[in-house]
Nanobody, 118 residues
Framework: VQLVESGGGLVQPGGSLRLSCATS????????MGWARQVPGKGLEWVSG???????YYADSVKGRFTISRDNAKNTLYLQMNSLKPEDTAVYYC?????????????WGQGTQVTVSS
């Protein structure tokens, strides 16, 4: 399993970023996928994911600002983040899921750092 997150960076409050997660080593289209984030010293927060029905999950803290999407042909997961806030600062990880909040594998990529600051 390989998960390569990218697209993070430094952005001002109110700005936007689009995260990507390139995957390999498993059948991407067969798995639910999700995004989580972690701030040093704090636990992992599940930000967004797909339910088996195809509908999407968003944490209350990002609802209305973040949009998850996937391209099964490219084995890639995306997270469009708009109206970013300083509290969105974290390392963001993608993961294949058994269900929202439950990773399918005991493996994580390197993550991508998002810093929201003026």
């Amino acid at each position: 399993v390989q998960l390569v997150e990218s697209g993070g960076g430094l952005v001002q409050p109110g700005g936007s970023l689009r995260l990507s997660c390139a995957t390999s080593g498993f059948t991407f289209s067969s798995y639910l996928m999700g995004w989580a984030r972690q701030v040093p010293g704090k636990g992992l927060e599940w930000v967004s994911g797909f339910y088996r029905s195809g509908s999407t999950y968003y944490a209350d803290s990002v609802k209305g600002r973040f949009t998850i999407s996937r391209d099964n042909a490219k084995n890639t997961l995306y997270l469009q983040m708009n109206s970013l806030k300083p509290e969105d600062t974290a390392v963001y990880y993608c993961a294949p899921l058994l269900r929202v909040g439950v990773p399918a594998f005991n493996y994580w990529g390197q993550g991508t750092q998002v810093t929201v600051s003026s």
